[in-house]
């Protein structure tokens, strides 16, 4: 059974839960979402299988999930991304947030979000137990696709996506 670490609103662990119960109950917890990007600056995105207990079939940031109790985010992150998309790459923490969404069937996300950023160039083998698709995609493309048909793009990604991008453009060299 995955277990999830349960944190307050300063991301201080409080506690351990089992991933569908602190998704029934909307509790908040510790979770992480990766942003590739390449060498022109376009943002690596994937579509979330059809098989997702929600959010499935839409885009999103490269990938995301919960570290595992006594695993830290950044390792979490990185197993996660090859785990997702076949490959890893170093990532750096830039910034968190904290999101709540209840979805249709019953669920909720109630999440603080940490934001790692890395750069990567190589082949992308992904797993389709995970990943339905993925696209390399022009950060002006992806703000003017959540303007005019933002139900593509899961919730997360539509609240992270903006701070991103200003992120990157505050730190650009």
């Known amino acids: 059974m995955e277990k999830v670490i349960l944190v307050d609103e300063y991301d201080n662990e409080i506690g351990i839960e089992e991933k569908i119960k602190t998704h029934q109950a909307g509790l908040l917890h510790r979770a992480f979402s990766v942003f590739i990007v390449n060498k022109n600056g376009d943002l690596l995105l994937q579509q979330r299988s059809l098989n997702k207990y929600h959010s499935a079939g839409l885009w999103t940031n490269t990938c995301c999930s919960h570290p595992r109790p006594n695993e830290n985010v950044t390792n979490a ?88 991008k200003q992120w990157l453009q505050a730190n650009s060299h």
């Open 77 to 164: 992150a990185e197993r996660r991304l090859q785990e997702e998309m076949g490959f890893t790459t170093k990532l750096k923490p830039i910034f968190q947030f904290i999101y709540n969404v209840a979805f249709e069937n019953g669920l909720s996300e109630h999440e603080y979000d940490h934001v790692l950023l890395g750069e990567y160039n190589g082949e992308i083998s992904i797993n389709e137990q995970e990943v339905a698709d993925f696209k390399f995609v022009a950060l002006d493309a992806i703000e003017d696709l959540i303007a005019t048909t933002p139900e593509q793009f899961t919730t997360w990604f539509r609240i992270a996506f903006p701070r991103l």
